[in-house]
């Protein structure tokens, strides 16, 4: 892990990061639909809940904060679970809607939805052992999410080896923004902190890894798809031993010496 040395911040990611869903959000939505009575397709489920999350982030971006006039966000999530369901063929009932969206939204601050990567935890702690020894690192998030970021990295005990954990809705900026990266370090209230100092982890080419160095900082990019795939989608600023497939892949290159920043 020596060449963490150079770090005085690293900040992940969260979602196919540090933690994945246990299972699609379609599947999901489908079983709790159905014990408000509304049955249909998961696959369709599935087909729609994607294209309303795409069309509710293009029109309202990182869940409505700046737009005007401001959506709340969980108005946000109540328009986008709201059209997923109608477009699969089971509308919720008005009188049952608000209710189910609020089931809904605290289920995904849990455990029942979430569960976590392969080898963040045991980064996660190694990170924090050594921060321990080493008072001058901390440790971060930095997510594109709502405000129930905090209560999830709680429910699920990462928050432990955290220093701060930082959701877009609250900051005003989401990544690949250079504001969320800026705010991050005033998070970490390191004086005198220099991006280069800085290292930012996630599974987004873009959100994550050219937001980051955009940002002055180092980054590292956990990704199923090979360098190649990467490379001719992304361009080649993503460089290859930057590249891991999971965060235990990344762990064990740690641990062995064989990153280089």
């Given at each position: ?40 397709d998961n696959n369709d489920l599935a087909k729609n809940y994607k294209a309303n999350w795409y069309k509710m982030n293009r029109d309202y971006p990182n869940f409505g904060v700046n737009t005007s006039p401001r959506l709340e966000w969980q108005q946000w999530w109540r328009q986008l679970i709201a059209g997923t369901f109608a477009e699969s063929g089971a509308a919720i009932p ?168």
């Amino acid at each position: 892990m020596r060449s963490l040395n150079r770090f005085r911040l690293i900040t992940f990611d969260v979602t196919n990061t540090l933690l994945q869903f246990r299972t699609s959000p379609g599947k999901q939505y489908g079983e709790i639909g159905a014990l408000f009575g509304a049955r249909c397709d998961n696959n369709d489920l599935a087909k729609n809940y994607k294209a309303n999350w795409y069309k509710m982030n293009r029109d309202y971006p990182n869940f409505g904060v700046n737009t005007s006039p401001r959506l709340e966000w969980q108005q946000w999530w109540r328009q986008l679970i709201a059209g997923t369901f109608a477009e699969s063929g089971a509308a919720i009932p008005d009188e049952k809607l608000d209710n189910f969206v609020n089931h809904l939204l605290e289920l995904y601050k849990t455990t029942i939805c979430w569960q976590p990567c392969n080898g963040s935890v045991d980064l996660l702690q190694q990170l924090r052992k050594h921060s321990l020894t080493d008072n001058k690192l901390k440790v971060g998030v930095i997510a594109n999410f709502d405000p129930r970021l905090d209560a999830l990295l709680r429910n699920t005990k990462l928050d432990r080896y955290l220093d701060f954990a930082l959701n877009s809705y609250t900051a005003k900026a989401e990544k690949p923004q250079l504001a969320i990266f800026q705010r991050a370090m005033e998070e970490s209230k390191l004086s005198n902190l220099k991006p280069a100092e800085c290292l930012h982890i996630g599974d987004g080419p873009t959100t994550d890894y050219l937001g980051a160095k955009e940002a002055g900082w180092h980054a590292a990019l956990v990704h199923e798809k090979s360098y190649s795939y990467l490379s001719k989608k992304y361009g080649t600023d993503i460089k290859r031993n930057h590249v891991f497939p999971s965060l235990y892949d990344f762990h064990k290159k740690l641990s062995d010496d064989a990153v280089v920043w």
